[in-house]
């Protein structure tokens, strides 16, 4: 129990698009899902936390039109990359926690992570 | 703010080795303590955690002491497989309130051949 998918895996884009990702409680109702971004070598950055129904709350030096977050039911947050560049390119992770799982709400799942390539 | 710093990597093992990955921390007041492990092509999961000193996670034979007066949280285990190979996560989650915010050490890349 308690999964969190992420979809794409990968994905590749044109600077100055937008891409979309989506994160996914298959078997929980997620009262708090967090997005990180993680770069080669390093931890996991927390980039913002969104609660079900409410605005995201982001970390300090993340852009907020850059990187717009909408958790729009218990199971579903998304966060998408307005006009991406090059420095965007990153691995993008997700977590969610809540609900009756099998370690307690406190317990945050995991994602297996989005590669996001932008040319 | 807080921080944690763990031990660089990578660590290259041979089966049935000792391990041990160095984790001390940086926070205010008394955090819980977590360590996170991703296996290739997957997600972190939680392996173990321990929310007060002197507590002891433990989960699959891997061990983690909550030293408050060393502020170290280091992970042990003492006969290592190949399927532990993984890249091993040290966090923090500080305490009270409804802050679930976790903070991450760099990881460490564990290797370990037959």
């Known amino acids: 129990g308690a999964v969190v998918s992420q979809h794409p895996s990968w994905v590749i884009c044109k600077s100055g698009t937008s891409v979309k990702i989506e994160c996914r409680s298959l078997?929980?109702?997620?009262?708090?899902m967090f997005w990180y971004r993680q770069f080669p070598k390093q931890s996991l950055m927390l980039m913002a936390t969104s609660n079900e129904g409410s605005k995201a709350t982001y970390e300090q030096g993340v852009e907020k039109d850059k990187f717009l977050i909408n958790h729009a039911s218990l199971t579903l947050s998304t966060l998408t990359v307005t006009s991406a560049h090059p420095e965007d390119s990153s691995f993008y992770i997700c977590?969610?926690?809540?609900?009756?799982?099998?370690?307690?709400?406190?317990?945050?799942?995991f994602g297996p992570g989005t590669r996001l390539t932008v040319l | 703010g807080d921080s944690v710093t763990q031990m660089e990597g990578p660590v290259t093992l041979s089966e049935e080795a000792f391990l041990t990955i160095n984790c001390t921390y940086t926070?205010?007041?008394?955090?819980?303590l977590f360590w996170y492990v991703q296996y290739p092509g997957e997600g972190l999961q939680l392996l173990l955690k321990?929310?007060?000193?002197?507590d002891k996670g433990s989960n699959k034979g891997f061990e983690a002491t909550y030293r408050k007066e060393t502020t170290s949280f280091h992970l042990e285990k003492g006969s290592v497989q190949v399927s532990d190979s993984a890249v091993y996560f040290c966090?923090?989650?500080?305490?009270?309130?409804?802050?679930?915010?976790?903070?991450f050490g760099k990881g460490t890349l564990l290797t370990v051949n037959p």
């Open positions: 966090a923090l989650r500080r305490s009270g309130g409804s802050n679930y915010k976790l903070t």
């Open positions: 321990a929310t007060k000193a002197d």
């Open positions: 078997d929980f109702q997620a009262t708090t």
């Open positions: 977590s969610a926690r809540g609900g009756t799982t099998p370690r307690g709400t406190d317990t945050q799942y």
């Open positions: 926070a205010t007041g008394y955090p819980s």
